[in-house]
């Protein structure tokens, strides 16, 4: 099993005999999820496929939900629904619930533990707005213009005043009274984001070997592998596998530039298997264009695919079997090349490849989205 680290374009060979965590930065229930924000979520599953089904080991799954962003509606049960609903709009893809999900919420005694390990290296800065984390000497800066082809994140970084990497302290505990404000020696506030999801990782029962996440407009990764290294250096996760951005028209996907498109509504337009197929088909390190015409295309190339899948299915075809299933395992078993997993599940259904080796491989790429239908 083969990744290739986003941040060090390195090859990392998982051990097949060992069992392995992956960890994925997981969404912030403001809004239903959508296209963007699902990426890495359909990348983390996709993981999960590869070890799972290229007989690699076990894989333990978990995911984090920052429902403590103050941009979160105040109302638990709110927040909880959208929760809620992302994970049914996610099944209706193929992505399965992970082993566990983390709320933010329920791990603010965590927080406030690796702000406590950090004071006590000498680590934090504290003001009258709250804990900071000093990040001087600290060279985090990652090389990620490879997954930003446009530049547009890269732009918006610059435009916020913003980099990759960390030059100044950044804030871990913001001092608050309002709602959702928790207590600590510190007075109370909220803990950030990084803060909640490097206390996952630090306090999880074991420790991640991946990390899976979206490139972000900011350095919120950075500065998770920040407090990591400075809190737990031994439980960081040694793979880190950042999705490309997702984008329409060449502008990236944001509730910002007001071409977010729910995942829900594409489903509904376009078929739950249109979306898959439409993540499928761009590796996860290259932008992924979510616009209509790139979603029609993506619906026609499964409307062919389940065609002849159909059509497999009636002949119930005999051969030597085995070849197509083994050669989608291999391909996502190698920094999960879903596009050429895709291609050759393509080329088996327009041969005369195994029906029961067929089932298998639309079983590993379109879990229960490809089913045979009855006369």
Known sequence: MKLVDSR??????????????????????????????????????????????????????????????????PDRTAANLIADQACRDLLRIGVRKPDSSYEASSRVEACLALLDVLDA????????????????????????????????????????????????????????????????????????????????????????????????????????????????????????LFSAEVAVDGVRMANGAGNVQPLADAVSKYGAGAVRTLYLQTHYHATLDASDRSLAVAASRFAEIESRYQLAIHQLRRSAGGEVSRGVENALSLDLRSDDALALFEEGLAGAADTHDLVRAGQILYPDLLLPRHA
């Open 8 to 73: 060090s374009g390195e090859t990392i060979e998982l051990d097949p005999e060992r069992p392995a965590v992956a960890f994925c930065c997981g969404f912030t229930p403001r809004f239903n999820v959508h296209l963007g924000n699902a990426r890495a979520l359909v990348t983390h599953d996709l993981l999960r496929a590869a070890f799972r089904h290229h007989g690699a080991g076990a894989i333990t799954m978990y995911r984090d939900i920052s429902d403590l962003d103050p941009r979160v509606s």
């Open 121 to 240: 290296r000498g680590k934090l800065i504290v003001d009258g707005s709250g804990v900071w984390l000093n990040v001087a000497g600290v060279d985090l800066e990652a090389s990620l213009r490879h997954l930003d082809p446009t530049g547009s994140v890269w732009d918006s970084m610059c435009e916020a005043g913003r980099a990759w990497s960390l030059d100044g302290p950044v804030r871990l505990w913001a001092l608050s009274s309002g709602s959702g404000s928790r207590p600590s020696r510190w007075g109370s506030g909220v803990p950030s984001e990084a803060l909640s999801c490097a206390a996952l990782l630090c306090f999880e029962r074991r420790p991640a070997d991946v990390h899976v996440g979206a490139l972000d407009a900011y350095a919120h990764h950075e500065l998770v592998l920040a407090i990591g290294l400075m809190a737990a250096p031994s439980r960081v996760p040694t793979t880190w």
